[in-house]
């Protein structure tokens, strides 16, 4: 017996032939639009592409979570305000934002995996430059380096993974999992170096980053995209469920430019030592962690729901920290809640994306939901900033907090058009 599928032919041709025996052939077009041979569905990449791909992160993640807490506490120790930490804190997300805007047509005539080892290359050139001279200069070009680093890795490594043949929502968590191993052993890392000195905190930092190009030159070598011979009008951005992927982008962007920036400061304030200050940024980023891997499994209606509660916990959860900075117990407790929501919307929100579009686009459709990402990740430190002047940081976060929440007004049209129960590789948006 013999039954065979068709894909409609504007999703890009995947045929697959279904044999009594069980065993699934078929073809799916590679980036220049030539098919490729599957042999059975399920099908991985090989292992070696797998352990790459989470070695790199973790190893990334690892650097660029000492650079979280070593950054800010140089700062204060260099005798930097809040209000000039929270704008080079904004420099690196403006610098990540405007990277973030070329990466689509970059992808499409550099693969993937280019941008990775880039950007271990360039996260260690931006620890070195401030471990070795804390002028405002230095840290401007830091951040900067830094920006452009955490564009080109995350980008590249989630594209990476949403062009396998699985889910784009699991290949997604086995990133986010493995780079938050290294956000939560990044801060502890940093706080205990930190007691030492912020700049011998940064050359480790910066040597991690360099050990994190290794695993780049292992990644499975796919072809550059090529865009799709039919394309729908109008802006990526705004077709239904790209538009909920970028929204959870801002809230997880928020969330992560305050937890390198003021949570740190707040923390400082409230006369916590360096180490305890590292141990509580680790409690978001496990939390994270734990966030990432429990939607790696959310289908269906539950797929809203999960958006609009973790929208809801990461902004309350962030406007309590600072009001409970004196507590480490309940400043852990706030910082538990806003990374637990964070790590699902870091997640949810490029695989809602990704699904929802040709699989040619998807390398552009990650890189529209991380431009979202970074602008918010630049705008909630600068918002603080500008609030600083004439009201308390408790109550600047408190607002930065309420904000980014805001997003959940939109959980109702993720609610309807989003359930993950699509096949892969065969949505056209």
């Known amino acids: 017996m013999l039954r065979i599928a068709v894909a409609p032919p504007s999703c890009g041709a995947l045929r697959q032939t279904t044999l009594a025996t069980g065993e699934v052939h078929g073809t799916r077009p590679d980036a220049g639009g030539r098919p490729v041979q599957r042999s059975r569905v399920g099908t991985r990449r ?15 993640a690892l650097a660029l979570g000492v650079a979280t807490v070593a ?52 996260l260690a050139a931006s620890n070195a430059v401030v471990a070795a001279s804390s002028a405002l200069v230095a840290f401007g ?44 052993a990044g801060p502890v890392l940093a706080g205990m170096l930190t007691e030492r000195s912020p700049q011998l905190a940064l050359g480790a930092g910066a040597g991690v980053a360099l050990v994190a190009c290794i695993p780049a030159l292992f990644l499975h070598r796919l072809p550059p995209f090529a865009l799709p011979d ?85 902004g309350v959860a962030t406007a309590a920290v600072a009001m409970f900075a004196g507590s480490p117990w309940a400043a852990g407790a706030a910082l538990a809640v806003s990374g637990l929501g964070a790590g699902v919307l870091q997640t949810v929100g490029p695989a809602m994306a990704a699904e929802a579009v040709h699989p040619q686009e998807r390398g552009e459709v990650i890189a529209v939901t991380g431009t979202f990402r970074a602008g918010a990740l ?7 900033a500008a609030m600083l002047p004439v009201v308390p940081l408790t109550l600047a976060m408190a607002t930065a907090g309420a904000v980014i929440a805001l997003p959940v007004l939109t959980a109702r049209r993720v609610h309807r058009t989003v359930t993950f129960d699509r096949p892969a590789h065969q949505s056209c948006g």
């Open 378 to 384: 630049f705008a909630a430190p600068l918002a603080v």
């Open 71 to 122: 950054l800010p506490l140089l700062a204060i120790a260099a005798g930097y305000n809040g209000i000039e930490i929270g704008i080079l804190a904004a420099l690196s997300a403006l610098s990540q934002m405007s990277t973030r805007l070329v990466l689509g047509p970059v992808m499409r005539v550099f693969p993937e995996w280019i941008l990775v080892l880039a950007a271990g290359l360039l």
């Open 141 to 184: 070009l830091a951040q900067l380096l830094q920006g452009v680093a955490r564009a080109c890795f995350w980008t590249g490594s989630q594209t990476h993974v949403v062009r396998g043949d699985g889910p784009a929502v699991r290949g997604l968590a086995v990133v986010n999992l493995a780079s938050s191993v290294g956000l939560v």
């Open 230 to 314: 039919e394309r729908p009008a109008g802006r990526l951005w705004r077709r239904p469920g790209v538009d909920g992927g970028c929204w959870a982008g801002v809230t997880a962007g928020a969330w992560r430019g305050l937890l390198g920036s003021y949570v740190p400061v707040a923390l400082s304030a409230a006369q916590l030592t360096s180490s305890t200050i590292g141990v509580l940024v680790s409690v978001a980023n496990t939390a994270s962690l734990a966030g990432s891997g429990v939607v790696a499994r959310v289908r269906g209606a539950w797929v809203g729901w999960s958006y609009a509660v973790a929208t809801v916990a990461t």
């Open 46 to 60: 090989p292992s070696r592409d797998v352990v790459a791909t989470a070695g790199g992160a973790v190893l990334f």
